[in-house]
């Protein structure tokens, strides 16, 4: 009879050992007993990007690569897109369920009231020089919020996490629309109470001289699905980044600001900015051949907002994005990279390179031309990843913090150094 179990031989020592095979995982720990001899450390893994290591159990995202599929809490990204909003969304993953009537609305009503900031960290922005990046604004402006609530270190208090969670989700549009307002050289927009959570942020980047600000219906949704299809991605970089940090049991904020720290990257957060680069770059779509040439010959040239690590078929959220793409040009004129897009997508998605390779668009390709046509500078759309991806971000910090399973985060080493030698004195060397 089948065992879930995995049998090693040692071929060092000839010896058998058994180890449990659960969820299609063996506990690294396991290995541990595989020694040469008493004084052996025992056997590790080594995985260094974690390729292949399960770091947690988690019930929050799940994603299948092979086929296409994205869910949150077992709900299809497709109609939680069509459906639902941003914040029900986030209520959703941080929560395990959906809302009913009276939690939504409560829940709604908490992060509208919680938008304000503190005055004095209108001060710690004005510190920053004209062409400070946002997201390096971002990250110092969250750090530096946690030290306006010293009870956020007290990360065993439940209700007092619940506080915090609804105070950073709520203050992330304030944040990142002051900022926005700091690199313009323009004052700062309040939060206005009356506003959905995508239109408050709206009013707070882009509201002037009128007394009250009216966002167009149809943008404020289309960045409502743009935040719920970057509201999580499972254990990415900067939700790692988040347990990692979160795992010293340090106070949510710092830990956010680690988080949207490691999304700050190119590889990471910053690739929808590098498509626009990228479709500006090549000009006309009379050049699209020349430039699918020049990827395809290997001369250190990608398809930007092309390929991804998990998705080998098509990224879903991209399929939503280039659909609400279309909406949002309805209302701001067709961005005219828009026909350039297109026709790389057309010619690579029927190019042998690019189909061997299981190279579909992913959710960059389409997202920065919306930003774009809605006014928002490029600086800003890793800010724009980073205002839902906290609620993904904390929803997997709770998680963590309640897993009976989860420690400080310390990986091993294979050490390659020098062995024990002695102090040279700097005359002699
Ligand atoms: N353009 C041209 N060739 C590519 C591309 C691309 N965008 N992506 C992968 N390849 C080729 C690559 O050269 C390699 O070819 P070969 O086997 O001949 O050496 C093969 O495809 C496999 O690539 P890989 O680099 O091993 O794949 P990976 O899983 O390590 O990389 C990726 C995933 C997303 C980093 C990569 O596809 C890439 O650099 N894409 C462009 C940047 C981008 O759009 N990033 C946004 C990712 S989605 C955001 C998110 O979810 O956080």
Redesign the pocket.
């Given at each position: 009879m089948a065992s879930n179990t995995l049998t090693i031989t040692d071929n060092r020592t000839g010896k058998k050992y058994e180890v449990p095979i659960t969820d299609g995982t063996i506990r690294a720990t396991d290995l541990r007993q595989i020694k040469t001899d008493a004084d052996d450390f025992g056997l590790m893994t080594y995985d260094p990007a974690f390729m292949n290591t399960a770091a947690c159990r988690s019930a929050i995202t799940f994603i299948d690569g092979d086929k296409g599929i994205l869910e949150y809490r077992g709900y299809p990204i497709e109609q939680l897109a069509e459906k639902s909003t941003y914040l029900e969304t986030a209520y959703l993953l941080l929560n395990g369920e959906l809302p009913n009537n009276t939690q939504l609305a409560q829940w709604m009503h908490d992060v509208t009231y919680h938008t304000f900031i503190n005055e004095n960290l209108k001060g710690l922005l004005d510190a920053f020089r004209y062409n400070a990046h946002p997201m390096g604004k971002l990250i110092a402006t969250v750090a530096a919020l946690g030290t306006f609530y010293a009870e956020a270190k007290n990360i065993s208090d439940v209700e007092g996490r619940r506080r915090q969670i609804t105070r950073i989700v709520a203050k992330m549009i304030t944040i990142a629309a002051f900022g926005y307002r700091h690199m313009v050289g323009q004052p700062y927009a309040y939060p206005d109470n009356d506003l959905s959570y995508s239109g408050n942020f709206l009013n707070m980047m882009f509201k002037t001289t009128e007394t009250k600000y009216v966002p167009n219906p149809a943008l404020e949704r289309a960045l409502d699905v743009l935040f719920i299809l970057h509201a999580d991605?499972e254990q990415?970089c900067s939700t790692n980044a988040m347990r990692a940090v979160g795992s010293s049991h340090v106070d949510p904020y710092s830990a956010v600001a680690a988080a949207a720290a490691a999304l700050y990257g190119p590889?990471?957060?910053g690739?929808n900015e590098?498509?626009i680069r990228m479709l500006t770059q090549i000009g006309s779509v009379s050049d699209v051949p020349a430039f699918i040439k020049k990827?395809k010959a290997?001369e250190g040239v990608?398809?930007?907002?092309?390929?991804?690590?998990v998705y080998k078929n098509y990224?879903p959220r991209a399929r939503i994005i280039k659909q609400v793409a279309y909406e949002v040009f309805e209302v701001t004129g067709e961005n005219p990279l828009l026909d350039l897009a297109l026709e790389l997508e057309r010619i690579a998605l029927q190019d042998d390179y690019f189909v061997k390779?299981k190279?579909y668009p992913?959710?960059?390709f389409y997202s920065g031309l919306i930003y774009q046509a809605m006014k928002f500078p490029m600086d800003m759309f890793p800010v724009l990843f980073a205002i839902p991806r906290v609620s993904g971000w904390l929803s997997q910090w709770e998680e963590m913090l309640q897993d009976p399973d989860q420690k400080i985060a310390r990986p091993r080493q294979i050490f390659v150094g020098p062995h024990r030698r002695d102090y040279v004195p700097i005359a002699k060397r």
């Amino acid at each position: 009879m089948a065992s879930n179990t995995l049998t090693i031989t040692d071929n060092r020592t000839g010896k058998k050992y058994e180890v449990p095979i659960t969820d299609g995982t063996i506990r690294a720990t396991d290995l541990r007993q595989i020694k040469t001899d008493a004084d052996d450390f025992g056997l590790m893994t080594y995985d260094p990007a974690f390729m292949n290591t399960a770091a947690c159990r988690s019930a929050i995202t799940f994603i299948d690569g092979d086929k296409g599929i994205l869910e949150y809490r077992g709900y299809p990204i497709e109609q939680l897109a069509e459906k639902s909003t941003y914040l029900e969304t986030a209520y959703l993953l941080l929560n395990g369920e959906l809302p009913n009537n009276t939690q939504l609305a409560q829940w709604m009503h908490d992060v509208t009231y919680h938008t304000f900031i503190n005055e004095n960290l209108k001060g710690l922005l004005d510190a920053f020089r004209y062409n400070a990046h946002p997201m390096g604004k971002l990250i110092a402006t969250v750090a530096a919020l946690g030290t306006f609530y010293a009870e956020a270190k007290n990360i065993s208090d439940v209700e007092g996490r619940r506080r915090q969670i609804t105070r950073i989700v709520a203050k992330m549009i304030t944040i990142a629309a002051f900022g926005y307002r700091h690199m313009v050289g323009q004052p700062y927009a309040y939060p206005d109470n009356d506003l959905s959570y995508s239109g408050n942020f709206l009013n707070m980047m882009f509201k002037t001289t009128e007394t009250k600000y009216v966002p167009n219906p149809a943008l404020e949704r289309a960045l409502d699905v743009l935040f719920i299809l970057h509201a999580d991605h499972e254990q990415n970089c900067s939700t790692n980044a988040m347990r990692a940090v979160g795992s010293s049991h340090v106070d949510p904020y710092s830990a956010v600001a680690a988080a949207a720290a490691a999304l700050y990257g190119p590889l990471h957060g910053g690739a929808n900015e590098e498509v626009i680069r990228m479709l500006t770059q090549i000009g006309s779509v009379s050049d699209v051949p020349a430039f699918i040439k020049k990827v395809k010959a290997g001369e250190g040239v990608r398809l930007m907002g092309f390929g991804h690590r998990v998705y080998k078929n098509y990224d879903p959220r991209a399929r939503i994005i280039k659909q609400v793409a279309y909406e949002v040009f309805e209302v701001t004129g067709e961005n005219p990279l828009l026909d350039l897009a297109l026709e790389l997508e057309r010619i690579a998605l029927q190019d042998d390179y690019f189909v061997k390779r299981k190279l579909y668009p992913n959710v960059d390709f389409y997202s920065g031309l919306i930003y774009q046509a809605m006014k928002f500078p490029m600086d800003m759309f890793p800010v724009l990843f980073a205002i839902p991806r906290v609620s993904g971000w904390l929803s997997q910090w709770e998680e963590m913090l309640q897993d009976p399973d989860q420690k400080i985060a310390r990986p091993r080493q294979i050490f390659v150094g020098p062995h024990r030698r002695d102090y040279v004195p700097i005359a002699k060397r």
